[in-house]
C-alpha cells in the first residue's frame, strides 16, 4: 500500500530558500507541506498560501499562545511544541519533520517507496544526514561530508581534527540526522531529531542511510554572511561543541575578528582536493549532481529569483 506524507517545518529564512525548500519536496510528491512561519510577517507567505498543497500558519501571538507559549520562549521548545502539534493533527501516513535547510535524498524510487517500504511495526525512521562542504577546486556535483569515527576524522581532518567534536562525527552540524514519524500513535511529542512517548517508552524505529542510498542533505554553513549571522545564537544555545563556542567567541572580541573568523569559516566548511581524496578513501563522502535552483524555478516560475 502507498503511504502519505506530509513535511513539517517552522522556519525563518529567506524568500530563496524557503522556496527552494518547498520546490524540493513539492516535486519528491509531498501530499501536504505545513509551514510555520516564525515571522508571521514572512514575504513567503504570500508567494505560497495559495498553492493546493501548502499550508502556511504565521506563528503570531495568538498562534504561540494557543500552544501554551510565547514569542519570548526559547526557540527549540517553541519548535518542538509546534511541531508537536501538527503530529498530532496530520492526516497523511506519515508526518516528516525537518528545518529549511534539510533536504531528504533517496537515490532509488524516492521519499513515498522508501516510507511504503516500512513494515507496520516501524513506528519512526531516522535519516542520516549529509553534510554540504565547499571544494576548494570548482565542480559540477555537490559534495557531501558523511559521519565518521573518531580515528576516520583524524585521519581525514589532520591539522584541522580538532575542530571537529567527536560527538558529531567529524560534521560542523548535527549527525543524528531527521525523522518521519507514523501518525496516528498516542501520547509521542516531537524533539529536534526524533519523536519520543511521553510516558518514556522507547518508540519502533529504524536508522536509514547510506546503507539504504537515502540521506538528509543538510545545507548548513556554506554563505558566510549567513553563517555570520547566526554565530552568537549558535554559541548561546549548544549549536557549536564547547571548544568550538571558546574558539568562536575568542575570534569574535579580536581585534582582527572578521579575519580571523573567515579562516575559521573556511576551516569548517571548505575542503582542499586532498581532504576530498581522504573523505572517499573513507567511505565518507558523497557526490550528488543536483540543481535545486531549477526545481525552485520550474516550480514557482518568476517568483523564484536564485
Known sequence: MTATWRVGAILN????DTLRF???????????????????????????????KITCIPCTPEFWEELGLTQETRFP???NFALSNLYRNTSEDWLLNV??????YVADGGIVDLLSAQTAETETIRIETAEIVEPLVAQDALTFRLPMERDVLRRVYADNAELFGPRRKGLVG??????????????VSLRQHWPQRRNGEPMVDKLIGRQDGAFLLHFIGLD????????????????????????????????NAD?????????LHKASPDVLERLAAEGSRLD???????IAQREFGDAFTG
Open 224 to 255: 558566510y554572511d549567513a553563517w555570520h549571522g547566526k554565530l552568537a545564537w549558535r554559541a548561546g544555545s549548544r549549536g557549536f561543541t564547547v571548544p568550538m563556542t571558546q574558539r568562536v567567541e575568542a575570534a569574535m572580541a579580536s581585534d
Open 259 to 267: 579575519a580571523e573568523l573567515k579562516e575559521l569559516h573556511a576551516r
Open 174 to 187: 548535527h549527525p543524528q540526522g531527521k525523522s518521519a514519524t507514523r501518525t496516528g500513535i498516542d501520547g
Open 77 to 79: 521548545k517553541r519548535q
Open 288 to 294: 550528488l549532481e543536483l540543481n535545486i535552483d531549477a
Open 22 to 52: 518547498a520546490a524540493w519536496y513539492l516535486e519528491a510528491g509531498a501530499d501536504g507541506l505545513t509551514l510555520m512561519f516564525d515571522n508571521p510577517q514572512d514575504p513567503a507567505i504570500g508567494v505560497l498560501d495559495t498553492h493546493p
Open 13 to 16: 529564512e529567506t524568500l530563496a
Open 99 to 104: 528545518d529549511a535547510d534539510e533536504f531528504v
